[in-house]
C-alpha cells in the first residue's frame, strides 16, 4: 500500500448521503489547475464559478455542473482546493469521486480537510473542532455558539490569558536571578495582583466553557417511579406530543421511550420508563430491568409519585435503590385530582415539585428546576461550545494557577506552576498536542470535512 502523506491529493463527497439538487465533490492537494483541465478540459479562474462538463477517462461526460478553483494558500485548508458541484444524486456523486481517484487522489479521510486547514495554520484545534460541532449542533442555540467558537472568539480569550500568562512569568523568572530580592521584586512588579486577576479571568472562562458543554451534551433526564404515577403523561406534555401511550392500566409501558426537548436552547433527553414494581409478568419483568439500567446512565432522574397520596412507603423503596451521585426531584404529579396548586419545596436534601401534567399546572416550575439541575445559568449568547478536553484543560490551568499562588514566595516553584498552566492553555489550540491525540480528534469528523 503506498504511504499516506500530507501532500496527497484528496477527495471527498462533501454533501450529505442521499438526493439532492446538488453535490459536492471537493478535492485539495498541490497543483490542482493541471488536475482541472484533464477533469474539465479547461483551468478554472481562481474564485469564479465556472460552468463546465466533468469527463470520464474515455472522454465521455459524466456530468455538467458548476468548478470552484481555490488556489494555495487562500483557501480552506490551505492548498489548492477544487469544487465540483453536480447534480446531487448518489451515483452521480460516486462516477465523479471515481474519477477524481482515476486521477490521482485518494480517498480522503474522515476530518483529513480540516486537520490540513489547522496543520496549514488557517485554523487552530479550537477552531477546528467548531467546524464539527457547527454540523452537529442539535439546537440553534448550539449553532450559535459553535459559529463564535468557529470565528475564533474562544480562541482569543485563551490567547489572551496566554499573553497575560507570559508577561507574568517574565517577571517572576527574572526574579531567579536575584534570589536575595525575590520578595521585594514580586510587590514591586504586582506579580501577586497580575495572578490574581488571571486566576479570575480563567475562571470566568471556564463557567462560559461548562455552560457551552451543556448546549453540546445536554442532560440525560429519566422519568422514574410506581405505575400509573404519570411517567408517560409527563412525556407526552414536556413534548407537546402524545408520544406515550396513556392508560389507566398499571403497565402500559413496557420498554424505554425516548425524546428529546429544548428548553432556552438546552437539549434534554427525556426517557420514559417501566413502572417500577414486582411483577410475574416475565416482559414487563424485562421492561422493569431495562429501566434500572436507563436509571444507572441517566445524569438526572425524575421520581414521580401520586399528589394524592404523596411518598408512600413503595416510593421510599424505590427512592432508596435510586444510585447515588445522580441529580434527582421528587414530582409530585395529579395535583388536579389532589385540588392542589403547583408549588416547589425542599426537604432535607431533597426538591420537591407539585404540579399535573394532563393539565400542564406547575409545567414552568419543572423547566426551571431542569435548567437548575443541569447547571444552566443563562448566559445567552457569550457561551462558548466547549468539549471535554476544553474543560480538563481550563481545570489543569486553574489548579496550576492557584499552586502558583499558594507558592509566590517560593520563586522557582511558582515559576514551573505558571509554566504548567500556560501548558495547559496551549493545548486547547493545538500548539502544544500530541499527534495521536490530533488523530482522535479529526476521526470523529465527517469524511468532507
Same mark, same amino acid.
Given at each position: 500500500?503506498?504511504?499516506?502523506?500530507? /501532500?496527497?491529493?484528496?477527495?471527498?463527497?462533501?454533501?450529505?448521503?442521499?438526493?439532492?439538487?446538488?453535490?459536492?465533490?471537493?478535492?485539495?492537494?498541490?497543483?490542482? +489547475? /493541471?488536475?482541472? *483541465?484533464?477533469?474539465?478540459?479547461?483551468?478554472?479562474?481562481?474564485?469564479?464559478?465556472?460552468?463546465?462538463? %466533468?469527463?470520464? =477517462?474515455?472522454?465521455?461526460?459524466?456530468?455538467?455542473?458548476?468548478?470552484?478553483?481555490?488556489?494555495?494558500?487562500?483557501?480552506?485548508?490551505?492548498?489548492?482546493?477544487?469544487?465540483?458541484?453536480?447534480?446531487?444524486?448518489?451515483?452521480?456523486?460516486?462516477?465523479?469521486? @471515481?474519477?477524481?481517484?482515476?486521477?490521482?487522489?485518494?480517498?480522503?479521510?474522515? @476530518?483529513?480537510?480540516?486537520?490540513?486547514? %489547522? #496543520?496549514? *495554520?488557517?485554523?487552530?484545534?479550537?477552531?477546528?473542532? =467548531?467546524?464539527?460541532?457547527?454540523?452537529?449542533?442539535?439546537? &440553534?442555540?448550539?449553532?450559535?455558539?459553535?459559529?463564535?467558537?468557529? /470565528?475564533?472568539?474562544?480562541?482569543?480569550?485563551?490567547?489572551?490569558?496566554?499573553?497575560?500568562?507570559?508577561?507574568?512569568?517574565?517577571?517572576?523568572?527574572?526574579?531567579?536571578?536575584?534570589?536575595?530580592?525575590?520578595?521585594?521584586?514580586?510587590?514591586?512588579?504586582?506579580?501577586?495582583?497580575?495572578?490574581?486577576?488571571?486566576?479570575?479571568?480563567?475562571?470566568?472562562?471556564?463557567?462560559?466553557?461548562?455552560?457551552?458543554?451543556?448546549?453540546?451534551?445536554?442532560?440525560?433526564?429519566?422519568?422514574?417511579?410506581?405505575?400509573?404515577?404519570?411517567?408517560? /403523561?409527563?412525556?407526552?406534555?414536556?413534548?407537546?406530543?402524545?408520544?406515550?401511550?396513556?392508560?389507566?392500566?398499571?403497565?402500559?409501558?413496557?420498554?424505554?421511550?425516548? *425524546?428529546?426537548?429544548?428548553?432556552?436552547?438546552?437539549?434534554?433527553?427525556?426517557?420514559?420508563?417501566? @413502572?417500577?414494581?414486582?411483577?410475574?409478568?416475565?416482559?414487563?419483568?424485562?421492561?422493569?430491568?431495562?429501566?434500572?439500567?436507563?436509571?444507572?446512565?441517566?445524569?438526572?432522574?425524575?421520581?414521580?409519585?401520586?399528589?394524592?397520596?404523596?411518598?408512600?412507603?413503595?416510593?421510599?423503596?424505590? &427512592?432508596?435503590?435510586?444510585?447515588?451521585?445522580?441529580?434527582? #426531584?421528587?414530582?409530585?404529579?395529579?395535583?388536579? +385530582?389532589?385540588?392542589?396548586?403547583? =408549588?416547589?419545596?425542599?426537604? $432535607?436534601?431533597?426538591?420537591?415539585?407539585?404540579?399535573?401534567?394532563?393539565?400542564?399546572?406547575?409545567?414552568?416550575?419543572?423547566?426551571?428546576?431542569?435548567?437548575?439541575?443541569? $447547571?444552566?445559568?443563562?448566559? @445567552?449568547?457569550?457561551?462558548?461550545?466547549?468539549?471535554?478536553?476544553? #474543560?480538563?484543560?481550563?481545570?489543569? &490551568?486553574?489548579?496550576?494557577?492557584?499552586?502558583?499562588?499558594?507558592?509566590?514566595?517560593?520563586?522557582?516553584?511558582?515559576?514551573?506552576? +505558571?509554566?504548567?498552566?500556560?501548558?495547559?492553555?496551549?493545548?486547547?489550540?493545538?500548539?502544544?498536542? &500530541?499527534?495521536?491525540?490530533? $488523530?482522535?480528534?479529526?476521526?470523529? %469528523?465527517?469524511? $468532507?470535512?
Amino acid at each position: 500500500m503506498k504511504r499516506r502523506t500530507a /501532500s496527497d491529493v484528496i477527495a471527498a463527497i462533501a454533501t450529505a448521503p442521499g438526493r439532492g439538487g446538488i453535490g459536492v465533490v471537493r478535492v485539495s492537494g498541490p497543483d490542482l +489547475l /493541471s488536475f482541472a *483541465e484533464v477533469l474539465c478540459g479547461r483551468r478554472p479562474a481562481a474564485r469564479q464559478a465556472t460552468l463546465a462538463n %466533468f469527463h470520464d =477517462a474515455q472522454g465521455a461526460l459524466i456530468d455538467q455542473g458548476i468548478l470552484l478553483f481555490f488556489p494555495a494558500p487562500h483557501s480552506f485548508t490551505g492548498e489548492d482546493v477544487l469544487e465540483l458541484q453536480g447534480h446531487g444524486g448518489p451515483l452521480v456523486m460516486q462516477l465523479l469521486l @471515481g474519477r477524481c481517484l482515476e486521477l490521482g487522489a485518494r480517498l480522503a479521510e474522515p @476530518g483529513e480537510f480540516s486537520r490540513r486547514a %489547522f #496543520l496549514n *495554520e488557517k485554523l487552530d484545534l479550537a477552531q477546528a473542532e =467548531a467546524v464539527a460541532d457547527l454540523i452537529e449542533a442539535s439546537t &440553534a442555540a448550539a449553532a450559535r455558539s459553535a459559529m463564535r467558537s468557529l /470565528s475564533g472568539e474562544f480562541s482569543r480569550a485563551i490567547h489572551a490569558l496566554v499573553e497575560r500568562l507570559i508577561e507574568l512569568r517574565l517577571l517572576v523568572e527574572a526574579t531567579l536571578d536575584f534570589p536575595d530580592e525575590e520578595i521585594d521584586v514580586i510587590r514591586d512588579t504586582d506579580a501577586a495582583q497580575r495572578l490574581e486577576a488571571l486566576r479570575e479571568q480563567l475562571a470566568a472562562l471556564r463557567a462560559r466553557a461548562h455552560q457551552g458543554s451543556l448546549l453540546r451534551t445536554g442532560l440525560h433526564v429519566v422519568l422514574a417511579g410506581l405505575p400509573n404515577a404519570g411517567k408517560s /403523561s409527563l412525556l407526552n406534555r414536556l413534548t407537546g406530543e402524545e408520544r406515550a401511550i396513556v392508560t389507566e392500566v398499571a403497565g402500559t409501558t413496557r420498554d424505554a421511550l425516548r *425524546e428529546t426537548i429544548q428548553i432556552e436552547g438546552i437539549p434534554l433527553h427525556v426517557i420514559d420508563t417501566a @413502572g417500577l414494581r414486582e411483577t410475574d409478568d416475565p416482559v414487563e419483568r424485562i421492561g422493569i430491568e431495562r429501566s434500572w439500567q436507563e436509571i444507572e446512565r441517566a445524569d438526572a432522574v425524575l421520581l414521580l409519585v401520586d399528589a394524592r397520596a404523596g411518598v408512600t412507603p413503595a416510593d421510599q423503596h424505590v &427512592a432508596q435503590r435510586l444510585p447515588s451521585g445522580r441529580r434527582r #426531584l421528587v414530582v409530585h404529579n395529579k395535583c388536579d +385530582l389532589a385540588q392542589s396548586t403547583p =408549588a416547589r419545596w425542599e426537604e $432535607g436534601d431533597s426538591v420537591h415539585l407539585r404540579l399535573s401534567a394532563k393539565t400542564g399546572a406547575g409545567i414552568e416550575l419543572l423547566h426551571d428546576e431542569l435548567l437548575r439541575m443541569a $447547571g444552566w445559568q443563562g448566559h @445567552g449568547e457569550d457561551v462558548i461550545l466547549a468539549r471535554e478536553r476544553h #474543560l480538563e484543560a481550563l481545570v489543569d &490551568a486553574q489548579a496550576h494557577l492557584d499552586a502558583a499562588a499558594a507558592q509566590l514566595q517560593q520563586i522557582e516553584f511558582c515559576a514551573e506552576e +505558571l509554566r504548567l498552566a500556560q501548558s495547559a492553555l496551549s493545548r486547547i489550540t493545538g500548539e502544544f498536542t &500530541a499527534d495521536d491525540l490530533l $488523530g482522535a480528534i479529526f476521526s470523529r %469528523f465527517c469524511i $468532507g470535512k
